[in-house]
């Protein structure tokens, strides 16, 4: 049970660290991000932020990050 817990503080810091990388890139790439972004950011699961991540150097607004997060 305690192994589970682990796991779980693992995979929960793992995600924590790719959104806080991707807030950073998306700060240096488009200056300044809106809370709403920021929310919708915070918000996003694995999944959607891995695709982000690949994407990143297709991104030139905003409305394309939340196109591909939502």
Known sequence: MA????NEGRNEGKLEEKRSTLKK???IK?????NNL???????????LNILTRNI???TNEE???????
Do not use: H, P
Request: charged share 25%.
């Open 30 to 34: 488009l200056g300044t991000i809106s």
């Open 38 to 48: 920021e929310l919708q950011l915070t918000s996003a699961i694995l999944e959607k």
């Open 64 to 70: 394309d990050v939340l196109r591909i997060i939502n």
């Open 57 to 59: 150097f297709n991104i």
């Open 25 to 27: 890139q998306l700060e």
């Open 3 to 6: 192994e589970g817990f682990r």
